[in-house]
T-cell receptor, first 109, second 115 residues
């Protein structure tokens, strides 16, 4: 089976940095995705990691350690529009995404 | 930018009725998926579809569920006899290549309410 854990909620101030952690236990591992989901909307792709290390894409970066079953998503220079849920998802065998419960990030002015 | 579309955006049905949720994946994509999200819960995989057949399905996807690609553009999810617990947001997704080599693009979802 697969188990993916991430904090339920985080609060941060506009302009600050927030790090969202994700730990996973899976039978098999083919990659880890981060998606952003605004309330009532579809998940949208943010990043993908399959090798250990940091992937940077503008204000967002994602890190993976396969040996530790750990990833984080780093959001820099937070903007009000970044208030959303951030979903960690893993692929093992097959094509399906297995999602964690999501971390709701609230950005305050 | 190409996008996945879904209709209807909201469907209300009575328990025991059949519903068909429709999706138009991105045109050059070959892999199709249905996920659902019960209000306040996590996104859950239902089924994946490739080359006109189901490639994987979850425990949720029982005999009440079926998928079909009736023509070159549509991808449908049918629930034969809806239950109260089927109330959820249903997301269709598509990808050009299989995961994990390609991201899945999600449609805006159909909110299904079973009364």
């Amino acid at each position: 089976g697969q188990n993916i854990d991430q904090p339920t909620e985080m609060t941060a101030t506009e302009g600050a940095i927030v790090q969202i952690n994700c730990t996973y236990q899976t039978s098999g591992f083919n990659g880890l995705f981060w998606y952003q989901q605004h309330a009532g909307e579809a998940p949208t792709f943010l990043s993908y990691n399959v090798l250990d290390g940091l992937e940077e894409k503008g204000r967002f970066s994602s890190f993976l350690s396969r040996s530790k079953g750990y990833s984080y998503l780093l959001l820099k220079e937070l903007q009000m529009k970044d208030s959303a849920s951030y979903l960690c998802a893993v692929t093992a065998a097959g094509n399906k995404l297995t999602f964690g419960g999501g971390t709701r990030v609230l950005v305050k002015p | 930018e190409p996008e996945v579309t879904q209709t209807p955006s909201h469907q209300v049905t009575q328990m025991g009725q059949e519903v068909i949720l429709r999706c138009v994946p991105i045109s050059n994509h070959l892999y199709f998926y249905w996920y659902r999200q019960i209000l306040g819960q996590k996104v859950e995989f239902l089924v994946s579809f490739y080359n006109n057949e189901i490639s994987e399905k979850s425990e949720i996807f029982d005999d009440q569920f079926s998928v079909e690609r009736p023509d070159g553009s549509n991808f449908t999810l049918k629930i034969r006899s809806t239950k109260l617990e089927d109330s959820a947001m249903y997301f269709c997704a598509s990808s050009e290549k299989p995961a994990p080599t390609d991201e899945q693009y999600f449609g805006p979802g159909t909110r299904l309410t079973v009364t």
